[in-house]
């Protein structure tokens, strides 16, 4: 898979063309993607199910809605964990790169973290008792036409605009921002942490290059939102995203390097650490 230009083709697909399922050779391989990425940095487990709504029972599939965002998917991912510390984070880094794998091969996706029926789809899912679903994804080909819906809810939540590097990526303290020229050999790697889906496309990702020249991710989190679905963390899901980004873009630059979420924080006021970079 070429990164950087899966990273840029990806965008929330909420129109399925249900004229064309996904056929068994795709099924298998993302269910061996489930087998792949199955652990975070945080060394948590990530349990995935690929769900076909045609193969639940129809009194049951009916209560398996999105509250009318996700038109025409007749499958689904859905992720679930262990209500443990760091473990939304890796949901959102392995389902990303199973995203991201689901575009290159031509799928449309959509990460789902408030607008479904969480309870159902967590029967479908079997949850454990100290389990959550935090998130789940139809997937399928997009609808030939996007539909007028997609388009007015991309507009709405803003979806295709990003942040500017000056406000996302800094370097030495959060006040100096870090020009794509000074990034040298990260310029993709944080490029593609801009471009990344996050819920309501709040764009949470902070990055600083330290003294020593590594990079810290941390979270601006907008509490009040972060804390409205209780245990569950869409900021956090977020941060697992923008790490398997960056993990990607660097290693398709030939940098060989990991996030390290248990490295000493070097605290800044109002961001919270998250991980540190090795190479
Ligand atoms: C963790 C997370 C949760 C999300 N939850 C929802 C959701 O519940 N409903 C929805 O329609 N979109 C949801 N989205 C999609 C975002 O709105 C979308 O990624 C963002 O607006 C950027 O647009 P793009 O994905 O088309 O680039 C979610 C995205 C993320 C990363």
């Known amino acids: 898979m070429n990164v950087m230009e899966t990273v840029q083709k990806r965008y929330s697909v909420r129109s399925y063309d249900d004229q064309r399922p996904v056929g068994d050779e795709i099924r298998s391989r993302i269910q061996q993607l489930f087998t792949e990425h199955d652990t975070g940095p945080f060394g948590t487990a990530v349990r995935f199910k690929l769900l076909d709504l045609d193969a639940v029972d129809p009194g049951e599939s009916k209560s398996l809605g999105t509250y009318g965002m996700i038109r025409g998917a007749?499958?689904?991912?859905?992720?679930?964990?262990?209500?443990?510390?760091?473990?939304?984070?890796?949901?959102?880094?392995?389902?990303e790169k199973i995203i991201l794998e689901a575009t290159a091969m031509g799928l449309g996706t959509c990460w789902l973290g408030g607008t479904f029926r969480r309870s159902s789809f967590?029967?479908?899912?079997?949850?454990?008792?100290?389990?959550?679903?935090?998130?789940i994804t139809p997937v399928g080909y997009p609808a030939e036409s996007a539909a007028i819906q997609d388009r007015i809810v991309r507009a709405g939540a803003r979806s295709t605009r990003r942040k500017p590097w000056s406000q996302l990526f800094f370097s030495v303290d959060e006040k100096t921002p870090l020009t794509e020229d000074a990034a040298g050999a990260y310029r993709n790697a944080l490029e593609a942490v801009r471009l990344a889906p996050s819920a309501k496309n709040r764009q949470p990702w902070r990055i600083v290059r330290d003294r020593e020249g590594s990079y810290r991710l941390y979270l601006k989190e907008d509490q009040f939102y972060n804390r409205i679905l209780g245990k569950i963390k869409m900021q956090h899901l977020d941060m697992g995203i923008a790490m398997s980004h960056f993990e990607l873009a660097a290693r398709e630059q030939g940098i060989n390097g990991r996030w390290d979420p248990s490295a000493p924080a070097v605290n800044i006021p109002g961001l919270e650490h998250i991980a540190l970079w090795r190479d």
Do not use: H, T, W
Not at 81 to 89: L, T
Not at 122 to 135: K, S, V
């Open 74 to 95: 007749r499958l689904y991912i859905l992720g679930a964990v262990k209500d443990v510390k760091g473990s939304q984070i890796d949901l959102g880094y392995c389902l």
């Open 122 to 135: 967590a029967r479908q899912m079997e949850l454990a008792e100290d389990e959550l679903l935090p998130a």
